[in-house]
């Protein structure tokens, strides 16, 4: 059985059907796919490619190590003395404290010289590597200001826990302390002989 054939329009008024539209390409819409690529690429370069940069890491890494090369010597000298942890059995309790103040001031003396020759380094290079050391050096004012405080409660008698300045609601040491590990300088953060 055949099928007869389709009938062939003839015409001529009529349009012929339309062909495949071709969408047209808005100049919004290649515009926004620039827009994503770039932010894919920004993206990916931040969390892929870029080194992160903290705010408070010192970018004089010459400096950072003649730093810590500085207080590695206070660190040997600080070994030097005699354990506080010695003197649990001496009594009485004044005579206790008493040793304890002399240690401390010798150690505190140590810590001020150290404090001292940072001081006297050539000042850091980085941008804002000045700025952040002359901070963190007057913490470290702060906190030998706060070992001779406690020291003369020491020789005073008094058995009380170290009172440290703080500093956002956190003890002024363990910024310090956060600094150093940030930069490396490990050696030059509060030694805590104080507890």
Known sequence: MTHPAAPVDTDPTREP??????????????????????????????????EPRNPNRLQDRAWVERAEARCVET?????????????????????????????????????????????????????????LVTLWLADWRTQLADRRAHIARWRAGEDVPFRET???????????SDFTTLNGMESCA??????
């Open 75 to 131: 660190r040997d000298a600080l070994d030097e003395l005699p354990d506080p942890a010695d003197l649990a059995d001496v009594e009485p309790l004044a005579e206790a404290l008493r040793q304890r103040a002399v240690i401390g001031e010798e150690a505190t003396d140590l810590l001020e010289q150290m404090v001292d020759d940072l001081g006297l380094l050539p000042a850091p290079t980085g941008p804002d590597d000045e700025a």
């Open 166 to 176: 703080a500093f956002n609601d956190r003890p002024l040491g363990i910024r310090m």
């Open 17 to 50: 059907p339309p062909a495949v539209r071709r969408r047209r390409i808005r100049p919004v819409t290649v515009v926004l796919a620039v827009v994503c690529a770039l932010l894919v690429v920004l993206w990916a370069y931040a969390f892929f490619i870029a």
């Open 190 to 195: 509060p030694p805590g002989d104080f507890g």
